[in-house]
């Protein structure tokens, strides 16, 4: 069963990671079991034991049954969690239509609803224009400097 887990250390068997997934975790006060990995920053996804995510890991000791074609999803939200009773295993169509979408783009333009869909745009039109802006005037500077270097004779 942990050989279907990718990246993760073939020297591994169920116990071992098991106690080295226990000795690298904290337990929290909101019941999470937060786990520090190759990365120094808290709450991100963290990488143990070769370069296997540490909740597919988890998942695979902790609970059983791990399915590859599946993925490993947080129920609490907490990225670098591994507590058992936080990890259920999802189809990604199912983690997609989980996924809330920001009502800003990251300039802070409010984004515009999509009437075909009824979901956000995903360019922001705004930040769309300024782009084809910069874009037109790149363009133009380079027509400008060929014209410009067309009229001198090569040495």
Known sequence: MLSQVTGLSRHFTEETLRAYLLCRAVRRDDGCLVVRGYGS???VHQKLAGRAWAHVAAFAVFVGGYDPALEVRHLCGVP????????RQVTHAETCRGRRQRSTCRNGHDREVDPATGRYRKVCRICNRDAQQRWRARQAARVAEARAGAGRPTP
Do not use: A, F
């Not at 670098?80 to 990890?87: F, K, R, S």
């Open 41 to 43: 920053r808290r709450g």
């Open 80 to 87: 670098d969690c591994i507590e058992p009773t936080h990890l």
